[in-house]
């Protein structure tokens, strides 16, 4: 992972460009044994997106920017706070295993640029089905999928192996 941070103008444009509205997730990468995939979260200056995790370990780094990211109740009854609240600069990266339904908020921690955060998880996150803020707790949501269009596919391993740079 800290390979795909020794720069951060590698990720083609349009995987970088922030929904106004909030945040989204492309897919970088999905192992064809579905044993892994990697996705970028991009939020505008300040934005936040709510997401829970589904029961699969996660390496998460930043690219660029900073990262609040806090644990919340995942009660769908209640959203209140679980956890503090942990900072993610610019090249940190941690990892974790995550229990059914952990619901997390990720908060831009920069109103005035775009944070970019990447996640290594141990399966294909587009076609689990996880909640979301906007599924109004339903643990039943379909999965929040990605937001490639069918112009930008994720890259092949050897596109990522010829991007990085040691």
Do not use: K
Not at 72 to 83: E, H, R, V, Y
């Amino acid at each position: 992972m800290a390979r795909l941070f020794t720069t951060d103008d590698w990720l083609p444009t349009v995987f970088v460009v922030p929904n106004p509205a909030g945040g989204q997730q492309f897919q970088i990468y999905h192992d064809v044994l579905d044993r892994f995939s990697v996705v970028s979260t991009i939020l505008s200056g300040g934005a936040c997106m709510t997401i829970s995790q589904p029961s699969v370990w996660e390496i998460a780094g930043v690219l660029r920017g900073a990262i609040n990211r806090q644990q919340l109740d995942g009660s769908p009854t209640t959203s209140a706070q679980a956890g503090v609240s942990r900072l993610l600069q610019a090249n940190m990266v941690e990892a974790r295993s995550s229990a059914s339904g952990e619901v997390f908020a990720l908060r831009n921690a920069l109103d005035d640029r775009t944070s970019i955060i990447f996640h290594v998880y141990g399966g294909d996150i587009g076609r689990i089905s996880r909640r979301s803020g906007a599924s109004g707790g339903s643990v039943d949501a379909p999965p929040l999928g990605y937001a490639n269009s069918d112009n930008d596919p994720p890259y092949d391993i050897f596109s990522i192996q010829n991007e990085i740079r040691d």
